[in-house]
């Protein structure tokens, strides 16, 4: 029996794939609701669904592009307290770049998505990426300045 498969099932295929297995088997998957006959109506659904899925993708990543715009290359300006050897009192998290970034630029970003390998922590500048789409990467600068 040919069916479209509503779920990823184990070792017979990924959510949406259309594949011929036993009458017994596809009347189970079918009883669970993990599979659905492959009928014309079912067919133009998931072709349908498939087709709305693409456009969202597509708009997302147009979405990423024009944020890039808007992100790159944007000099974010913090005041430190430092200390008299020259070293910094704490350091500078995601978490306060995307505050700092919301407040003067007025452009929310995620700080789960901010490619930083540990906090900064030393005056001057240092170049900061983020991930806005799995293929849009934006760069700006960090300025840390004393008080």
Known sequence: M???LLSD???????????NIADGYANFLITNNQAAQANDVNLKKIEDEKKAKLALEQQLLEDAKKLKTEIQDKLLKFKVTVGNNGRLFGSVSTKQVVEEFE???????DK???LLDD???????TKVS?????EVLADFQVLLTDK
């Open 2 to 4: 040919k069916i479209i």
């Open 112 to 114: 789960r998505k901010i």
């Open 130 to 134: 983020i991930q806005l789409h799995h």
């Open 119 to 125: 906090n900064i922590n030393t005056l001057g500048y």
């Open 103 to 109: 407040k003067q630029f007025g452009i929310k970003l």
């Open 9 to 19: 099932v184990k070792n017979k295929g990924k959510k949406g794939d259309i594949i």
